[in-house]
């Protein structure tokens, strides 16, 4: 089974993925966002199976339909960034969060945030830095290529025997800009085996131009 439909993430599951040591060491941990900025990004997912007729049990948020979500900064206060969280179905139905996240990893379980959502972490993030919202460290920074120019952008990868992907952020906001996560499900007694690809790419955003991306 080959096919695209459109998902939504589940952050739970989706970014417990710790890849290294830490070493944090900095004291101020600021977001680079401010009230009235947003981002809306595109979401979909990938499926490829070794079987026509799947019977392999694939959990249900995995097979979500939501095609766009929406990040709308209402507020920053210290290291706590203020959001309403929109989700966009194909069949036009919205449904909308409302939470806040601590960009601080030591301070990470202060608040509860949505079960689902897109990550985001402190502006100006170097290597060896934790990203609290997605539980990984960053890899480093390379400079990415946009319509408006050049950016640069953190970076975090993994690469587990049943799931891998990269992930990246915008280096000046802390606003993730794309990431791409394979995982795998498996059945060992049928031998049946799906490998499901998301991607999540920022489309839109009153911060820069980036379309043509």
């Not at 097979?63 to 706590?80: M, Q, Y």
């Amino acid at each position: 089974m080959n096919g695209k439909i459109p998902v939504i993430i589940s952050l739970t599951l989706l970014f417990s993925l710790l890849v290294g040591p830490s070493a944090n060491s900095r004291e101020s941990w600021t977001p680079g966002v401010t009230s009235g900025d947003y981002f809306t990004y595109q979401m979909y997912g990938i499926y490829a199976s070794t079987r026509q007729n799947l019977s392999l049990a694939i959990p249900e948020f995995e097979k979500n339909t939501t095609s766009w979500a929406r990040i709308n900064i209402t507020g920053v206060s210290g290291s706590t960034i203020y959001q309403i969280y929109t989700l966009h179905y194909v069949d036009g139905r919205e449904s909308t969060f409302v939470f806040q996240t601590d960009v601080n990893p030591h301070n990470q379980g202060t608040f509860k945030i949505a079960d689902k959502g897109v990550p985001i972490c402190a502006a100006n993030l170097t290597r060896g830095e934790k990203i609290p919202t997605a539980e990984l460290i960053l890899n480093g920074t390379v400079i990415r290529e946009y319509f408006d120019g050049l950016r640069l952008t953190s970076y975090a990868r993994w690469n587990f025997s049943d799931d891998w992907g990269d992930i990246y952020f915008d280096h000046n906001t802390g606003v993730m800009v794309e990431l791409r996560r394979t995982h795998v499900f498996a059945n060992e007694v049928t031998g049946e085996v799906v490998e499901k690809t998301d991607v999540i790419k920022l489309l839109d955003t009153n911060r820069w131009q980036i379309s043509g991306t």
